[in-house]
């Protein structure tokens, strides 16, 4: 079953459930995808449903700091609820030890130093090896502390 397949097949399981959370987490997710698909006019593939679900889902991670500044403790279970739900679309997140890993292999292969300079050279080999399996905040993270 393809992703798009499975929002489809989970948004009528959730309308006849009336689980709302998950109605219009579903909803807004396949919007996002139709609207994508109708702007350029293609046809999205899985990896390509991953990379919009992840944008959402960092989206709603930006926002829970300002609610949390805010005191918005309304919002903030709200899209925390909404973020669970998408996670369950995407791939399973890298720890900072795999993430950590990965940097130090294509550091290795690329003979790249592990001097401050070298930062964006690193992030740039790093990012298309962890594309939807790792947070890029995590990536520079990791990064920042081996370059230190």
């Known amino acids: ?14 309308l006849k459930a009336k689980n709302e959370v998950k109605k219009n987490v579903v909803n807004m ?13 293609e046809e999205l593939d899985d990896a390509g449903i991953i990379e919009i679900l992840t944008k959402q889902v ?12 805010a005191g918005r403790t ?11 739900v998408l996670q369950t679309y995407l791939p399973a997140q890298m720890t900072e030890d795999e ?7 294509i550091m290795e292969e690329q003979g790249i130093t592990a001097e401050k300079k070298n930062m964006g050279a690193v992030m740039k080999a790093v990012m298309p090896q962890v594309k939807g399996k790792a ?7 990791v990064v920042d502390s081996i370059m230190n």
């Open 99 to 105: 993430v950590r890993a990965v940097v130090v292999k």
């Open 1 to 14: 079953m393809s992703l798009k397949e499975r929002l489809s097949a989970d948004f009528k399981e959730a």
């Open 135 to 141: 947070d890029g905040g995590v990536v520079k993270k």
């Open 58 to 69: 960092k989206m709603r991670k930006d926002a829970l700091a300002d609610f949390e500044k």
């Open 74 to 84: 309304d919002l903030l279970e709200v899209y925390k609820a909404e973020i669970e």
């Open 29 to 41: 997710a396949r919007a996002a995808v139709k609207q994508y698909e109708v702007d350029h006019r």
